[in-house]
């Protein structure tokens, strides 16, 4: 079956840098797209970035862009997602997530969700 773990989460201050990887199992092959979450407590889960696994073409939210990058190791099935100049409001649990079909960064459209990884920025 399907399995997203993701790793590289911890705490960090204001300007840093992280790194978090999601290793994807199973059956792989089959997504369209992969994509990085992250929900702060109260809040929606919102989505930060997201990787179109046959093109390599990648979009982000105002939010983060110029400060994330997700990337793909198609050999080791791994999605990475880099964080730079890291601020207190990226604090959240960050979720790895996989669609089969190609969908825009919308949570509701991923079937498949990692258990989380915490990020935390003071």
């Known amino acids: 079956h399907v399995q997203l773990v993701e790793s590289g989460g911890g705490s960090v201050e204001a300007g840093g840098s992280l790194r978090l990887s999601c290793a994807a199992s199973?059956?792989?092959?089959?997504?369209?797209?992969m994509a990085w979450f992250r929900q702060a407590p109260g809040k929606e889960r919102e989505g930060v970035a997201v990787?179109?696994?046959?093109?390599?073409?990648?979009y982000y939210p105002d939010s983060v862009k110029g400060r994330f990058t997700i990337s793909q190791d198609n050999a080791k099935n791994i999605v990475y997602l880099q964080m730079n100049s890291l601020k207190p409001e990226d604090t959240a649990m960050y979720y790895c997530?996989?669609?089969?079909?190609?969908?825009?960064?919308?949570?509701?459209?991923?079937?498949?969700w990692g258990q989380g990884t915490q990020v935390t920025v003071s």
């Open positions: 997530a996989a669609a089969v079909k190609g969908v825009p960064l919308v949570a509701g459209g991923f079937e498949y």
């Open positions: 199973g059956y792989p092959y089959m997504f369209h797209c």
């Open positions: 990787i179109y696994t046959k093109g390599g073409s990648t």
